[in-house]
């Protein structure tokens, strides 16, 4: 339960410090730490318009992906404190789960009968495909390293105590920094900003949301970065007392929600064409872990 509170409270800040860090880096004021979530709120108060041509399920995507990402988030632990659902192997769930949100929305696309949604979709889920491996390599190699499964077992027991494993730990936020970027369509996999619908991957798959579910899914994607960041978090959290443990976490999204400006303050959007090349290599990164995890371990012949 504690987990979820916290990725909670995170997720309403967190967009707010990534346009915050944007706007002084590009040296304008920029707005308030709690604009994005008064956006959220105001689309939240508005009424969502369908087309003819959409059925229930584009309906329903939106609530079911805001639900996906809330399941999935129940299986995050907090350093010892297991998750609300915690089992062996839960990870593989938690990814599913992940993925079970992003068909929905796939589909939703799909339904509204549009080319450029139905483009947009395609992209999408095309890059969700080429990062998986990458989490399960990823995640597959801390249950190597750790002779445990769950992500509770996993994250309580990890420990930094040589050079190579601090290594390892740079490397494992890498990885899931840049997979946050891909599964939330940011910069420099995709310019949420850009109005040119054949450039566009997930801004184009939800043009006919709107209203309070287009709310739902925007505020969707800070759980999901808040959520990502308390991955990243629990690879330094380990044992620590909640004391210690809790301001840990919150400085971690906060350093995750800057490095987030950062990069799209000064990095260029990929070209389109080599997006699944960059994507594809942060399992080549992962599998380097895998590979220093079998050197810490004596595993490797």
Do not use: C, W
């Amino acid at each position: 339960m504690i987990s979820l509170i916290l990725i909670l409270l995170a997720s309403l800040f967190f967009m707010g410090i990534v346009v915050r860090t944007k706007s002084i880096t590009s040296g304008r004021k920029g707005p308030g730490l709690l604009q994005p979530l008064k956006d959220v709120l105001r689309l939240l108060k508005k009424g969502s318009i369908y087309s003819k041509t959409t059925s229930f399920i584009f309906r329903i995507a939106p609530t079911t992906y805001l639900a996906s990402v809330l399941m999935a988030i129940l299986m995050i632990p907090h350093g010892n404190t297991p998750g609300i659902i915690s089992f062996e192997n839960d990870f593989v769930m938690f990814a599913y789960i992940l993925s079970f949100g992003k068909f929905m929305t796939i589909v939703a696309a799909l339904d509204t009968g549009s080319s450029f949604e139905g483009m947009g979709a395609s992209r999408e889920g095309l890059y969700s495909m080429l990062v998986e491996p990458a989490f399960f390599i990823l995640m597959g190699s801390f249950a190597l390293f750790t002779g445990h499964t769950s992500f509770q077992s996993i994250f309580s027991l990890l420990h930094f105590g040589s050079n190579i494993s601090y290594m390892l730990g740079a490397m494992a936020t890498f990885v899931f920094v840049l997979i946050a970027m891909v599964e939330n369509s940011r910069m420099p996999f995709d310019d949420p900003e850009t109005h040119l619908e054949l450039t566009m991957v997930h801004e184009v798959m939800i043009l006919d949301n709107s209203g309070f579910d287009l709310g739902l899914i925007t505020y969707t994607t800070y759980l999901k970065f808040s959520m990502y960041g308390a991955l990243i978090a629990n690879l330094f959290i380990g044992r620590l007392p909640l004391q210690y443990s809790i301001p840990l976490f919150f400085v971690t999204q906060f350093l995750f929600a800057v490095a987030v400006g950062l990069i799209e303050s000064f990095r260029a959007r990929f070209r389109m064409g080599h997006n699944p090349q960059y994507i594809f290599i942060l399992s080549s990164v992962a599998m380097l872990l895998f590979f220093g995890i079998l050197l810490l371990t004596g595993k490797f012949i």
